[in-house]
């Protein structure tokens, strides 16, 4: 008889989004002459064209593939050493950052990273994520039995949540009980918020001292604006003991659809087995993705490449600049009305502050009712984001302004 | 302290392909004017241009990108509609097979497929793998705890090995013992044979009887030649309830380096809890891949689609024809060196039997010394392979014509 993983019986249904949805098709309909000027800032999704440099890019790749002698059959299933040597060069090099191209390895999305990798850790660690975080981490905990049943609150029993308040900063504080390894996220999604480079140094140490991993999730950090705030954990001493970091061309590059990403595994990461006995992860990595993946499409990996190129490079930096025009007109909208707002200085996501006892869920109505515009509400993201709605920034900027006067006009 | 994966440490290193280039490395170092004209036909790997068709829809694609109005970010994480009708329209609805478009689930490779659809399984299951065999099967369940360690014949503990023999015309015979997954292959990887309709019908059967799972990789169903042969496990009554199966266009398509392929999950199809009620599998896959993963890249998948128009459809049979002319060409060149050839009608794949006595490496071995000529062991798919080997007809036409020519002159 084959068996399930009982543990999908677990999770909850995807609850976010498909409520969002329910409830902006009921508005809709109840209300059809305001069909069309619906906005969406919910989702994280890019909305801008795919620059010119990196089209041009796979195009040329494509044609390549058209000429049996410029043909390329399976690839490295870690990447092409002209991507994983860019990605090295550009992204850790040059800001002082030892990383070499062997440490990078090329994936189809962040997402599927900070989930597989998962595949190489034992089954028997501590797993530690903040509140409110990203659903990912703590759906592909649950898949693998890593965690019991969830409570009424949606918190998983044997999940360790780091609460993250305006109080911390939206930075978790050290754990009190051991913990394994550690999941965070900056700039971070929801919050919009970053952490600081002491902040980074005391999760560092924790994690030496407790011989635990820090999983790094920097899919943001091309919303950084300036060198005040780390741009890769790997700035911090120590770090390549025990730090991997998952970054992605999906918000900067726009790749969304077009689906590229990399993650780092410094050679000197460790692990334990049973008897205490550390081992490299690098190695375990490499045969995971050499036995489980095929590598990136040639032709979107050519494509990646051309980011950092000079032309890559202007172009992206177009699209951030854009983006974060977007986040200063949407807080200011948000300020205007009267809430209080964090994030947005160094990423696309705003994290607002409902007035005194608004729920998240009365704020997603009051922003879709007053002002026609579809929001996520806090609460979404874990127990600790009741109180809170996200906007996003990745819009048109005609959009942008449009939802910043709107927010400016609720009356709450 | 952070744990690894221990499974990990049970796996073999890859030992086949390194072993194959070091002996390659050992043989050009000896004898560097035999080096230009050493032929490779060890690994399956497409050789030809991608087809304009492909070629075409993925520059479309990316024009369409470079356009704010048509550009796409995050698609559907099953696939988008488009190409799962496409692939439910022609490669089963039009064959008077009953698959939905909702039942197709669009991936970077069947690989991976193959791979990740353990994650949906439970860890009590029996399982059973053909030998010889594809090496990720057996790899991938050892990585996830499914077996105990390998002994010296590079069996795993805890695994059901199906010996696929001349005998049985290498489809195994049903296993004496209850198994609750059979990964079943055709045509065949290593061997280039075919499973006729009712063998599949037996195995089928034995699903049912035993509510098993079949995982079905038809990865090779392109070259098949005529209706005697099943394309696909869905052509066998009552496989709906207990089989996936597995397809790409790496090998129609030439898609190695560009990445797409495709699992069909029926609804039909059951697992079991573990006190016996069944569920359908087909929405814990569904739940897998939007939280594991993020979708085809949206060029590519535009590319597979163009597979499916008169275009693609003239240009996959000429790249088909073109390698099963090369097979036919291989089989023959063996022949008439006196040895017993088999598969290479319906397949890429021709597996030759030693004369009496000579292993699987010695045949390498002789190949390489006395024809410049590289070839797969069969040993290296699993002791069943021992005394075979496996020569792969990607290739030009000239090297097939040439290869051909050598090892008809070899003197076993």
Redesign the interface.
């Known amino acids: 008889?084959?068996?399930?993983?009982?543990n999908?019986?677990k999770?909850k249904a995807?609850y976010l989004f498909p409520e969002i949805a329910r409830r902006v098709n009921a508005f809709s309909d109840a209300n059809p002459d305001r069909a069309a000027s619906l906005i969406k800032c919910g989702?994280g999704?890019?909305?801008?064209?795919?620059p010119?440099a990196v089209?041009e890019a796979?195009?040329k790749a494509?044609?390549e593939?058209?000429?049996?002698s410029s043909?390329?059959?399976?690839?490295p299933e870690q990447g092409y050493e002209f991507l994983r040597e860019a990605i090295a060069q550009n992204d850790y090099k040059s800001q002082g950052i030892e990383i070499g191209a062997h440490e990078i390895f090329v994936s189809?999305?962040s997402?599927?990273d900070s989930?597989?990798f998962l595949?190489?850790?034992?089954?028997?660690?501590r797993i530690a994520v903040m509140d409110p975080v990203y659903p990912?981490y703590v759906?592909?905990n649950v898949?693998v039995g890593h965690t019991g049943s969830a409570n009424d609150a949606g918190r998983f029993e044997g999940l360790v949540y780091l609460p993250c308040t305006a109080d911390n900063g939206f930075v978790p504080e050290l754990p009190k009980e051991a913990v394994?390894?550690i999941y965070l996220c900056y700039p971070n999604n929801p919050t919009g918020t970053v952490a600081t480079r002491e902040q980074l140094e005391a999760w560092v140490a924790y994690a030496r001292e407790?011989?635990?991993?820090i999983l790094y999730d920097a899919a943001y950090v091309a919303f950084v604006q300036d060198d005040s705030v780390p741009k890769s954990i790997f700035e911090i001493e120590g770090a390549h003991e025990c730090a991997v970091e998952f970054r992605s061309f999906s918000k900067n590059g726009?790749f969304?659809?077009?689906?590229c990403a990399f993650t780092v595994v410094p050679e000197k990461l460790?692990?334990?087995?049973?008897t205490?006995d550390a081992?490299p992860?690098h190695g375990?990595w490499s045969?995971?993705q050499?036995?489980?993946?095929?590598?990136?499409?040639?032709?979107?990996q050519r494509g990646a490449e051309a980011i950092y190129s000079d032309a890559g490079q202007a172009q992206v930096s177009a699209l951030i600049e854009h983006y974060m025009g977007n986040a200063k007109l949407l807080a200011g909208g948000a300020r205007a009305a009267g809430l209080t707002v964090y994030g947005g200085e160094h990423a696309p996501y705003i994290w607002v502050k409902n007035p005194e006892g608004v729920t998240s869920w009365d704020a997603f109505d009051k922003v879709l009712n007053d002002a026609n515009v579809v929001i996520t509400p806090g609460a979404g993201f874990g127990s600790m984001g009741e109180g809170y709605f996200r906007i996003s920034a990745f819009n048109?900027r005609a959009n942008a302004e449009e939802v910043a006067r709107r927010l400016q006009d609720i009356k709450w």
């Open positions: 008889m084959a068996y399930l993983n009982e999908y019986l999770l995807g989702i999704d890019v909305t801008e064209a795919l010119d089209r796979i195009h494509v044609d593939m058209g000429d049996r043909f390329r059959g399976y690839g189809d999305g997402k599927c989930a597989n595949d190489v850790l034992g089954s028997k660690n990912v759906d592909t898949m394994d390894i407790h011989k635990a991993i726009g969304t659809g077009t689906r460790m692990a334990y087995d049973e205490g081992k992860l375990l045969r995971r050499s036995t489980k993946f095929n590598g990136v499409s040639y032709p979107i048109s």
